[in-house]
Every structure is written in C-alpha cells, then in structure tokens.
C-alpha cells in the first residue's frame, strides 16, 4: 500500500497564504505524477496542479499565478504553496499520486484531505 499524510491547512484571510504538503510512504518505486485536487461544499471534486517526476506541472485554469506546486523527489513529498488567497478557495484539498509500487502495479491513491479556509 501507499499512504499519503496531507499537512498545512488552515483559517486564513483573504490574500493571506498557505502552504500544503503532502508526504507518500510505502511500497515505491516512483511516484509517476503527483497532485492536488479540491472540493468545495456541494461542488466536485477539482483539480488543482499537477506534477510529474521530470517538474512538468499543469495548473487549472483559475490558479495559475497564484498557486505553485512543487515535489523532492528524495522524500517523496508534495508542495502546494497558495498565495492570494480568495474565499472561493475554501475546499477541502486532497493529495493525489500516481504510484508505481514494487510489486509492479501502478494504481492511483488519494491522502485524506486537509480544510483550507480562507474568511476574515
């Protein structure tokens, strides 16, 4: 199996900044990619950013700018540094990777979320 344990959440204000991490331990091989994905109350779950094991990232669309993710590669761990922060970006934010395991499989695992709230 692999875990992923998310940290960094939290009350902010608006324009204020946060910075997620997410570390995955286990079975590894490589983390193949690695991600964040948010869910907003009553809305679906969103991507964020992603990020490959070369430093490649996608960006949806109204985070660019604002958000960067980063990953060492050594630890196996995540970055998701958010800055600007707006209301609209309160959501619960998950860690998601895509793991080649040593047994040989690659499946997809999702860490348990951390609350990002952003009001004054």
């Known amino acids: 199996q692999v875990q992923l344990v998310e940290s960094g959440g939290g009350l902010v204000q608006p324009g204020g900044s946060l910075r997620l991490s997410c570390a995955a331990s286990g079975s590894i091989i490589r983390l193949i990619k690695m991600g964040w994905y948010r869910q907003a109350p009553g809305k679906e779950r969103e991507l964020v950013a992603t990020i490959t094991t070369a430093g490649g990232t996608n960006y949806a669309d109204s985070m660019k700018g604002r958000f960067t993710i980063s990953r060492d590669n050594a630890k196996n761990t995540v970055y998701l540094q958010m800055n600007s922060l707006k209301p609209e970006d309160t959501a619960i934010y998950y860690c998601?990777?895509?793991?080649?395991?040593?047994?040989?499989?690659?499946?997809?695992?999702w860490g348990q979320g951390t609350q990002v709230t952003v009001s004054s």
């Open positions: 998601n990777t895509k793991a080649w395991r040593i047994d040989g499989t690659i499946n997809n695992y």
